[in-house]
């Protein structure tokens, strides 16, 4: 999805925004932890994905909380990390992915199924709260994108569950983990790119402001 940049720049985090990310931490902490003891269980290589993601997740959340009432160069700042953070993950489940191929082990389905649709109902939950945040600046825009991307791989799990229990075989996992991948670095460039935009408008503002205020100017 690409940024949508042409519009204006908020210089204060929306209203209800805040609440809306402290509802998103909790509940990306929670899945952590469940995914997280379910992906050893059952040996899932794209339920550990989601388990590191909701994991990142929550770091994010807690960033954003961070620099919420601070400028528009902080917010900006702070997107740019989420959004390297984002393609990083990436690249790590490609990486986690291509091993367990070479290991040639195979998941156990139902686990990996049942705790997928738990994760989904988590999601759509934090993406119904966060989706009126979703053309606000880079950072308001990285957390609705963390969420959304969120949702689409828990529906691409419980496909993978039904693909390995048809087929007995780790393709369908290893294929939805290189998925969760290819979304998450895709969503950390766009992020990236809007936080450019975004701390290169706050430092011309910051530069104009100089000026105006300059003893100079008021000559």
Do not use: Q
């Amino acid at each position: 999805m690409a940024c949508s940049c042409s519009t204006p720049t908020p210089k204060t985090p929306a209203p209800g925004f805040r609440r809306a990310l402290w509802f998103a931490l909790w509940v990306n902490l929670a899945m952590f932890l469940v995914e997280g003891v379910a992906s050893l269980s059952s040996g899932s290589v794209s339920l550990m994905a989601d388990a590191i993601d909701f994991f990142g997740d929550s770091a994010n959340y807690i960033l954003s909380l961070t620099v919420l009432s601070m400028g528009m160069l902080w917010r900006g700042r702070a997107a740019m990390v989420k959004g390297i953070t984002m393609a990083l993950f990436g690249a790590v489940v490609w990486a986690r992915a291509l091993w367990v191929l070479e290991a040639g082990t195979t998941p156990e389905p139902f686990t990996m199924g049942s705790v997928g649709f738990l994760a989904l109902v988590a999601n759509v939950c934090v993406a119904v709260v966060l989706f009126k945040f979703r053309e606000g600046d880079s950072d308001m825009r990285s957390v609705w994108l963390c969420s959304r991307n969120d949702a689409i791989s828990n529906i691409a799990v419980m496909g993978a569950a039904l693909g390995v229990f048809g087929t007995g075989t780790a393709w369908p996992d290893l294929a939805v983990a290189a998925i969760m991948g290819s979304l998450a670095i895709t969503a950390g460039i766009s992020v990236v790119r809007h936080a450019r935009k975004d701390i290169a408008a706050a430092r011309a503002e910051n530069v104009a402001h100089e000026v105006t205020t300059s003893p100079s100017h008021s000559h």
